[in-house]
């Protein structure tokens, strides 16, 4: 296994990668469109009464919206095979690196205490751990390059709208930006906590007889481990709370600011209104891959971080160069 889960999915998914890829860039162009519709739907055929050009604007926004929506069914379908193939080639190479026979030649006679993966840390590993690792790796790449992408597109869409607009817009988003990382990274540290104490009580369940359990009180051992579980997830969710409200209340910010300025343009003849309902919409568009964005870039983290554990888990006899 290498030592990047990127070139670990890669090696493992790189043509149904450039599926998806391709599927994604196909899908960049269609943003702006819808906004662009509206808006000369409004300022070019209802402000002109002209039915004809309404029917033949609304006729093409629905073409937009229909190719749009089957690119994003086949983009999703295509993900979900990726992560299951994922799934399953992780699951294939744990079970190579902790219990494949090595031939004398490569290995230790006798592997370090140390080198020894407990059963419960198998268990953990072979189950939860890599249906995460999985679930990340179909949207490892495409996510983040659709997030972007529609990001750039619409923003540069609305600045060549109306440059000043679109400034206040990204000025009201920008700080999210600089907020979520902090969060991720105390996010990261107590979800990488918590991997080493599921496998913990999964190693307590192993190692204990179940005849030595049956009606007695919890063991000590045990409420500890659980109590530890409780207080890293509270913290956790606690963190992600409060980094979501700060996210969630930015992004309304944005129509405010639109709204705002947007209207004091309109009220002097400055802009057309058409041009407010299309950043208005703009905005709404924005805020999906914006809250989008944040969850890749958590994902990713997370990503690194539960497959740099794993690969600390397995036995370091396996990895001795020939």
């Known amino acids: 296994m290498p030592n990047s ?37 409004l300022d070019d055929a209802v402000a002109k009464g002209d039915t004809e050009l309404l029917i033949r604007l609304a006729i093409y926004y629905l073409i937009a919206l229909f190719v749009a929506s089957g690119l994003k069914m086949v983009m999703r379908t295509q993900r979900e095979l990726i992560s299951a193939r994922i799934v399953h080639s992780l699951r294939n190479s744990v079970y190579y ?18 080198d020894k993966v407990s059963e419960g840390a198998v268990v953990s590993m072979l189950s939860s751990e890599v249906e995460k690792l999985g679930g990340f790796a179909g949207a490892a790449i495409s996510g983040p390059l659709l997030q972007i992408g529609t990001l750039v597109t619409i923003l540069g ?5 109306e440059p000043k607009v679109a400034a206040i817009a990204l000025a009201l988003y920008t700080p999210q930006f600089v907020i979520v990382p902090i969060f991720q990274a105390r996010l990261n540290r107590l979800a990488g906590a918590k991997a080493l104490q599921v496998r913990a009580l999964g ?19 045990f409420t500890t481990i659980i109590g530890r579980i409780l207080s890293i997830r509270t913290k956790f969710l606690l963190t992600k709370n409060v980094m979501k409200t700060i996210n969630n ?9 639109v709204i ?16 407010i309902l299309a950043f208005v919409s ?17 994902q990713i983290t997370d990503a690194r971080m539960r497959y740099r554990i794993l690969l600390n888990t397995f036995p370091a006899h396996i990895f001795q160069k020939t």
């Open 157 to 161: 869409y609305m600045f060549w709208i």
């Open 282 to 298: 703009g905005l709404e568009r924005l805020g999906a891959p914006i809250r989008d964005l944040i969850g890749s870039y958590s």
């Open 203 to 221: 190693e307590f369940i192993v190692n204990n007889e179940e005849d030595d359990l049956l009606n007695k009180p919890p063991p000590r051992e």
């Open 97 to 114: 690196c902790i219990y494949t026979v090595i031939s004398p030649s490569k290995a230790n006679p006798e592997p370090p205490k140390e």
């Open 5 to 41: 889960v990127y070139r670990y999915i890669f090696q493992n998914s790189y043509w149904p990668q450039m599926i998806v890829i391709v599927l994604t860039l196909m899908l960049l162009p269609l943003s702006p469109i819808p906004l662009e519709l509206q808006r000369r739907i």
């Open 260 to 275: 705002a300025y947007g209207g004091w343009l309109a009220i002097n003849d400055r802009i057309e209104v058409g041009v």
């Open 249 to 257: 209340l930015l992004i309304s910010l944005g129509p405010f600011g």
